[in-house]
């Protein structure tokens, strides 16, 4: 789940200089045994909304890379999608299975109080809408609530289907049609996100591959949607169109990048290229069309946003459905440019910060 980057200067205010952060919070509770550090990448747009992960990191500096990497993310994510959103997120270090208590939540939860809403926290890796409730009852910067507590709910519906359209957008690109029927798929991956998408999938008539770290997850999967199941590291070797991470980042790499027999990479997983300097100008060299994870799995954070703005699940997936014009617009520029999809992205994200920058936020 841990994405590492090789940076040029590895101090702490190295990292957050090279990342170009607005503020990093570290947090810390001799009691509760709390360590977390909040990310607050940019917060130009809007407040910088995005979830907490729970994760045992092998140390400090892997945590704080982890959130760096992903508060950035936030703010293109945001930014792409015409959100008046800002890019932050935490991470709470530590085993989610032994060392999460409701105290602990709820210490963190004050942490993120002490921000006044310049950050908003929701769900990520490890954390329930369970765990929310708790951090809810320290502060009212969160989202991603139950249902039952006017929140969003479970956003990986509604991420899934964003991924969808990103994929079929990269079809129509690739293959001048949307169609996914009698495309091979292979999919990395089958948790919250992976399995609606596997649904998606199945009903267009793709012929589907998959893994997960949890075998009996990958054959139930496998059972129900009558695909193949293949072990962890075979999934990069499969013959397919289109080769969907829907698990770990950083899964584009230079031991994985010439196993990829795939025309498209479409995915739903946070940070897939291990380096985008790197890796997003190797698969446009090795012929491989790539769609933008940060556009393409923007659903999730357009339904939590219609949380914290009062929309609709179905407002919601309308915006989400959007993900395919994006798309598209995006490969056109990459083209244009002469760059790569991932860059073209970033600038597009970039530009309408730039250009919002001056405008008074509506918050
Ligand atoms: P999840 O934890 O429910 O599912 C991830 C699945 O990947 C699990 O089944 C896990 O066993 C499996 N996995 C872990 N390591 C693996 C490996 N090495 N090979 C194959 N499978 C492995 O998470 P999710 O909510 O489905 O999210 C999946 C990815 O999408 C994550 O990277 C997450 O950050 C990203 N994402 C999720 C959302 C969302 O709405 N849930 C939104 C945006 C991005």
Redesign the pocket.
């Known amino acids: ?1 841990v994405e590492v980057q090789t940076l040029t200067d590895t101090s702490v205010f190295g990292q957050i200089a090279e990342h170009q952060h607005e503020q990093v919070v570290f947090c810390h509770d001799q009691e509760t045994g709390l360590r977390a550090i909040i990310g607050i990448h940019n917060t130009v747009l809007g407040p910088a909304l995005g979830g907490t992960r729970m994760w045992h990191y092998a140390s400090d500096a892997e945590a704080l890379n982890d959130v760096l990497r992903l508060s950035r993310g936030m703010t293109y994510k945001a930014a792409i999608s015409g959100l008046n959103l800002g890019g932050g997120k935490a991470v709470i270090i530590g085993d989610a299975k032994t060392m999460k208590t409701e105290a602990l939540l709820r210490k963190f939860g004050r942490f993120v109080k002490n921000l006044n809403g310049k950050y908003i926290t929701a769900e ?2 490890n954390m329930t809408t369970k765990d929310m409730e708790y951090i809810r009852m320290e502060t009212k910067h969160v989202a991603g609530l139950p249902e039952s507590m006017g929140g969003s709910g479970d ?2 519906p ?2 899934a289907y964003g991924t969808y359209m990103g994929m079929k957008a990269a079809a129509k690109k690739m293959y001048g049609s949307d169609s996914l029927a009698g495309k091979r798929i292979a999919v ?7 399995t609606y998408l596997l649904e998606y999938l199945q009903k267009e008539g793709a012929k589907l591959v998959l ?4 075998e009996d ?1 990958a054959l139930e999967a496998a059972a129900r949607f009558g695909a193949k199941a293949v072990s ?1 590291d075979e ?1 990069y070797d499969q013959e397919v169109d289109i080769y969907s991470p ?4 950083a899964t584009i790499n230079d031991d994985t990048i010439d196993r990829l027999k795939c025309r498209i990479v479409a995915g ?3 940070n897939q290229l291990k380096d985008e300097e790197v890796h997003g100008p190797g698969l446009v060299e090795r012929g491989i069309l790539y769609a933008p994870d940060f556009l393409i ?1 923007a ?3 357009i339904n939590v946003y219609s949380e914290v703005v009062g929309g609709s699940r179905q407002s919601a997936l309308t915006q989400t459905e959007k993900i395919y014009d994006f798309t598209l617009q995006v490969f056109q520029r990459a083209e244009q440019e002469q760059s790569h999809p991932q860059h073209a992205a970033i600038r597009q994200a970039e530009e309408r910060i730039a250009a919002l920058g001056k405008v008074k936020s509506t918050y």
């Open positions: 789940m990520d890796v956003p990986s509604v991420t990395q991956g089958v948790g919250h996100v992976g893994t997960d770290y949890y997850r962890l999934i829907c698990a770990l980042g739903c997983a946070n799995n659903g999730g954070l």
